[in-house]
């Protein structure tokens, strides 16, 4: 059995099925919401058909367009990094592959739509009374819990486990 196989990049299904979901929802949303006006899904949630030109709560939107290019090489450089670092760990589905995954397929999915379109679309409205969260969507939500378990495994699960490891072996 090659190296390569026997490394976690064999988990990149799970970012296959984010993008494919990710891409699928944005379809469906475009096709049939219309642009602005919320549809009531259940309390303090809607759908929204909205556009985000530029990053997360639409950081940089109205820069003139470098924006689309500098976001989908950063998500391109990213991912990259991602699929080396599945190639450095095992074949196994961990915390660590789960986040990696979960980030990779975001990525992706928004950069789709950053290099067809120029924009990403969003349609989850997620609100409290009149506050409402920044509109997003299944692409947002894969990163936003990826970035959560990577933070999760890097800062809490691997210290506690290298503690475990040491103690058993003194």
């Not at 699928?24 to 919401?33: F, G, H, N």
């Not at 549809?39 to 689309?68: C, E, H, K």
């Not at 990826?146 to 503690?163: D, F």
């Amino acid at each position: 059995m090659s190296k390569v196989n026997s490394t976690a990049i064999k988990t990149v299904w799970l970012s296959i099925l984010v993008i494919v979901l990710d891409q699928l929802t944005k379809l469906w949303a475009v096709d049939s919401l219309v642009f602005g006006e919320p549809v009531a899904v259940i309390p303090n949630l809607n759908w929204t058909l909205a556009y985000n030109y530029g990053a997360a709560f639409s950081f940089l939107a109205d820069m003139g367009g470098w924006q689309r290019w500098f976001f989908s090489g950063l998500a391109f450089a990213m991912s990259a990094i991602l699929l080396v670092w599945l190639t450095k760990l095992p074949n196994k589905f961990t915390v660590e592959t789960w986040g990696i995954n979960l980030v990779l397929g975001g990525a992706i999915g928004n950069v789709i739509d950053r290099v067809l379109e120029g924009r990403v679309t969003d349609f989850i409205d997620f609100y409290i009374g009149t506050w409402h969260y920044a509109t997003f969507n299944v692409a947002d939500i894969a990163i936003t819990v990826g970035a959560g378990l990577l933070i999760l495994s890097e800062l809490i699960l691997k210290p506690r486990a290298e503690k475990a490891l040491k103690e058993t072996s003194e």
